[in-house]
């Protein structure tokens, strides 16, 4: 169960720092004159959504899923928590349309519409430790 738990927080972790370097990324799309540096950004936006939060988002799911079968877990703040992952899922889809949505614009948003995404992962993510740290024996 040891490792169960292992891969579980360390699968968590890239996921929400992914959740918060993608808007980042965003961002850097709006100040990307065009050109061989924004496909370059492009190419890594793509990289990071595709080949490293998701995949990590996938498995801290399927782990912590497992963890809850396994420890027969409940109650009240076992809901908000699942609650404020399943915020975590949305979220994560909303980078991958923005993805989507930036295609080969640039410009499409200004920097600072970007950086404002930053806002749901710095909610989200403390309420979830919150609830972890919180949970009841």
Not at 9 to 31: K, Q
Not at 77 to 94: D, G, P
Not at 102 to 114: K, V
């Amino acid at each position: 169960m040891a490792w169960l738990k292992g891969l579980h927080m360390v699968t968590l972790l890239v996921w929400c720092a992914g959740l918060f370097y993608l808007p980042a990324l965003f961002a850097a799309h709006a100040d990307t004159a065009g050109g061989q540096s924004f496909r370059r950004l492009r190419v890594m936006t793509r990289v990071t959504f595709v080949a490293v939060t998701s995949p990590a988002a996938v498995l801290a799911i399927l782990s912590g899923s497992a963890l809850v079968y396994a420890t027969g877990v409940s109650g009240a703040w076992m809901a908000l928590k699942l609650v404020a992952v399943s915020l975590m899922v949305l979220f994560h889809l909303y980078c991958g349309r923005v993805l989507a949505v930036l295609g080969d614009t640039p410009g499409l948003r200004s920097s600072a519409a970007h950086f404002s995404l930053l806002l749901a992962p710095t909610l989200l993510i403390p309420t979830v430790l919150w609830l972890v740290l919180g949970k009841p024996l």
